[in-house]
């Protein structure tokens, strides 16, 4: 399945006929679910919050957001998503929203077998974008063997070629196909940000306050996404 033209055609679909009326979306298996969200800047800055109370108003989620400004997957990178998911207690879904932290200060992509069973839970691999993701998801089922674990992309930024270029040598695609491969591995439904967000460098003034972070009308943008994705995510 193209899953890129599926979650566009979902959110067109919502969108143009009102299906984001609340009591439309109360068939989606995750109506009413309890959800936390860990990340960096990108998913707590004020205007994260137009996207993240579009979740709660159309899907009627419970959110609390454990992410933290800098904050990459790499044990090296700020307060981590490895350091956020170890205080985390149960919920229903887990949201992994990957920043461009990692990406933009240089930190290591790694291999999807990072810290897997492959090579015996290394440890030295954690300071790998993909080794902290694979900690995360590890870390996840050992909390709630019956989590529901939803992985939200980078998106593109502006600050140089390879954060928005897919086809720029060592860019952030890569990065962000590694996050995809790695919830391949494991199964975890994933939604391509970087790919489906579009933001390009033609209309990223209307949508970005710098070249990193959305504002209001991005995150109102992404949050049309998210919430397709959310509803409707198999």
Excluded at 47 to 52: G, N, V
Excluded at 58 to 65: D, I
Excluded at 100 to 125: A, H, I, L, P, W
Aim: some cysteine; glycine content about 8%.
């Amino acid at each position: 399945m193209n899953y890129s033209k599926y979650y566009l055609s979902i959110a067109f679909i919502l969108i143009s006929t009102g299906l984001f009326a609340q009591q439309e979306l109360k068939a989606s298996y995750n109506y009413g679910k309890s959800v936390a969200v860990f990340g960096g800047s990108v998913s707590v800055i004020p205007a994260s919050d137009i996207a993240k109370n579009m979740w709660k108003e159309k899907l009627g989620m419970r959110v609390t957001n454990f992410g933290v400004g800098g904050a990459g997957f790499s044990s090296l990178q700020g307060k981590s998503l490895q350091q956020q998911v170890d205080e985390a207690g149960v919920f229903d879904i887990y949201i992994l929203w990957a920043s461009t932290n990692d990406y933009t200060n240089k930190r290591k992509v790694g291999s999807y077998t990072d810290f897997t069973e492959f090579d015996d839970f290394d440890e030295q691999k954690l300071v790998t974008q993909a080794g902290g993701i694979n900690y995360c998801i590890k870390k996840i089922y050992e909390i709630n063997p019956n989590a529901q674990i939803y992985f939200f992309t980078s998106s593109k930024a502006f600050n140089d070629r390879g954060a928005y270029d897919p086809f720029t040598e060592n860019g952030m695609a890569e990065h962000v196909n590694m996050q995809k491969k790695i919830c391949q591995f494991h199964g975890i439904p994933y939604l391509d940000q970087f790919t489906l967000g579009g933001y390009n460098i033609y209309n990223k003034d209307l949508y970005y306050t710098d070249p990193i972070h959305m504002n209001e009308d991005g995150y109102k943008k992404i949050g049309e996404l998210q919430v397709a994705f959310l509803a409707f995510p198999n």
